[in-house]
């Protein structure tokens, strides 16, 4: 997975989803753009529907039941990062 521009850079972020007719299937694209013109993407593949937020969510839980957590607020990513994706069932992320 793509990640944004670094520190002091400005960037623009746009994310599409669309599910694929029929497959009960997810894509959802991730494209960065830092203050320089540097174009990052990512795609990830997806079940659709609420089972990837069901199974990140038990894992969340596990790992934070296991003293894996930071105090304050947190997303699932500034927590745990993208390594948290690749812990899902039947997901594939690709960089282009």
Do not use: C, W
């Not at 944004?4 to 972020?13: F, K, L, V, Y």
């Not at 991730?30 to 937020?53: F, H, K």
């Not at 296991?66 to 304050?72: E, V």
């Amino acid at each position: 997975m793509a990640l944004p521009a670094a520190s002091g850079e400005r960037a623009t972020i746009g994310i599409h989803s669309a599910a694929i007719g029929g497959l009960e299937r997810s894509k959802i694209v991730a494209e960065v753009i830092s203050g320089n013109g540097e174009v990052l993407r990512s795609m990830i593949d997806i079940p659709s529907g609420y089972m990837p937020t069901v199974t990140s969510s038990i894992e969340i839980v596990s790992r934070a039941l296991n003293g894996s957590y930071k105090t304050g607020f947190q997303s699932p990513a500034s927590a745990y990062g993208e390594e948290l994706l690749d812990t899902l069932l039947d997901i594939r992320i690709t960089d282009y």
